[in-house]
């Protein structure tokens, strides 16, 4: 599994599964985001993952977001679940460059 840490409290992965949920514990992290829609080729059902997150103690959010059309309402789900969410937060997708962009629409919205 490959992180990349875009600050202190964010980080963005690839297609996680759910034999990496004791790894990412592991990491220090407190909540997972998938942004990762799970009709999409190749994801593994968000509510999998999600279950495998929880039962570790995580916090978990389901933020789908359609590759190539990240809309405002996106932005805004995820912005709100950064507010809410316990850090650090890992958030994962194809291939992790939607959930760094949706950061960068998130924090440029914030000025």
Known sequence: MEIRQITENYSVAPQISIDDIAQI???????VISNRPD????????????????EA???FRYIPV?????T????DDQAAALDALPGPV?????????CTN????VTQ???
């Open 39 to 54: 009709a999409e080729d190749g994801a593994v059902p968000h509510d999998a993952i999600e279950a495998a997150v929880r």
């Open 90 to 98: 890992l958030a994962y997708c194809r291939s992790g460059a939607r």
């Open 102 to 105: 949706l950061y960068g629409l």
């Open 66 to 70: 359609i590759s190539g059309q990240i």
């Open 72 to 75: 405002q309402e996106n932005v």
């Open 25 to 31: 514990k592991d990491a220090g992290f407190k909540s």
């Open 57 to 59: 103690g995580l916090e």
């Open 109 to 111: 919205q914030r000025g």
